[in-house]
């Protein structure tokens, strides 16, 4: 089984729980050997743990970790978020949008209504635009297609990652988007280790199986991000 799959909320609900509990049962290994520094792109990076709120679990550990270390070369206030994420693992500083999630500076705004006042010099997304107008209503698959357009003519350097597997339909329009490369990391561990794979075998990859949540992530880069 590979791709988007479908689950009904009973399936889903007993999947998440099976889930929980092996991951619970991974923590203390985690914990006592958490040093995995995968080489996605421009050398190995330290994974952020996030024990708080359990990033390892999901493709956060990765994702946080690759948007800290692109965010960090820019001066905050020229960098935007797009999706309210790097704030609930203490990175704040930066402009946010986010058309629902409610907190402190963020701009509740579709992105595709978004004018910049100022240069962007820096431009963040962390598995959020696969849910634009796919887990919205009505659904619209074209409006992520559409928001990563906008998005491109805002900076010129882009770290967008999406999660494999969630809006397929979405992915081909990623991949072939204003990217100067696409990497495809796979998770190979629940104790959430990661590597760069062949972007082929994105097709191989199921979303919450082996592991919970993302089991492989899209990442766009373009510019000075890495």
Known sequence: MSGEVIYTKGTESRLRLRHAVMDLFTTPKVFLLRNSCPNIFSGPIPLHYGFKRWAWRSERGLEIALAKRAIDQFEPQ???????????????????????????????????????????????????LEHVGWDEEPRDSDKARLA????????????????????????????NGPFDAVYLAVKTSRSGRWERRPLEERKQITYGLPFGYGNGILIGVRGQVG
């Open 148 to 175: 990563l357009s906008h998005i491109s003519d805002l900076s010129p350097n882009l770290l967008i990652t999406i999660p494999v597997g969630h809006h397929l339909i979405f992915e081909d329009d990623f991949i």
């Open 78 to 128: 020229k960098v935007l978020e797009v999706g309210n994420v790097l704030f609930h693992s203490g990175i704040i500083g930066h402009q946010v949008v986010d058309k629902y999630e409610v907190g402190p500076g963020v701009q509740n705004i579709d992105i595709l209504e978004f004018e910049k006042q100022e240069p962007i010099d820096c431009l963040v997304s962390i598995s959020t």
